[in-house]
């Protein structure tokens, strides 16, 4: 769920904008990628149906001011 900004959601079939209160439900195993498109930061809520997820982080270079909060897995 998009909280605030803008963002654009990345799948094999193809990029979808997003903007404060869209939401999507992905499968099981579903690649995907939130991308912020915007100025101000992109802040979204994430729901997870399993009780323990596995994320796969590509070796990417994150702009200095990026933030990844956390793991849901965490809790």
Same mark, same amino acid.
């Given at each position: 769920?998009?909280?605030?900004?803008?963002?654009?959601?990345?799948?094999?079939?193809?990029?979808?904008?997003?903007? %404060?209160?869209?939401?999507? #439900?992905?499968?099981v195993? =579903?690649?995907?990628?939130?991308?912020?498109?915007g =100025?101000? %930061?992109?802040?979204?809520? #994430?729901?997870?149906?399993? @009780?323990?997820?596995?994320?796969?982080?590509?070796?990417?270079?994150?702009? /200095?001011?990026?933030?990844?909060?956390? /793991?849901?897995? @965490?809790f």
């Amino acid at each position: 769920l998009v909280l605030s900004g803008s963002g654009e959601l990345r799948l094999d079939s193809g990029s979808h904008p997003m903007r %404060p209160g869209d939401g999507i #439900a992905l499968t099981v195993g =579903t690649f995907h990628d939130l991308v912020n498109t915007g =100025t101000a %930061p992109l802040r979204v809520v #994430a729901f997870f149906a399993a @009780s323990s997820v596995q994320q796969h982080w590509d070796d990417v270079v994150l702009p /200095s001011n990026t933030k990844i909060t956390g /793991s849901p897995n @965490s809790f």
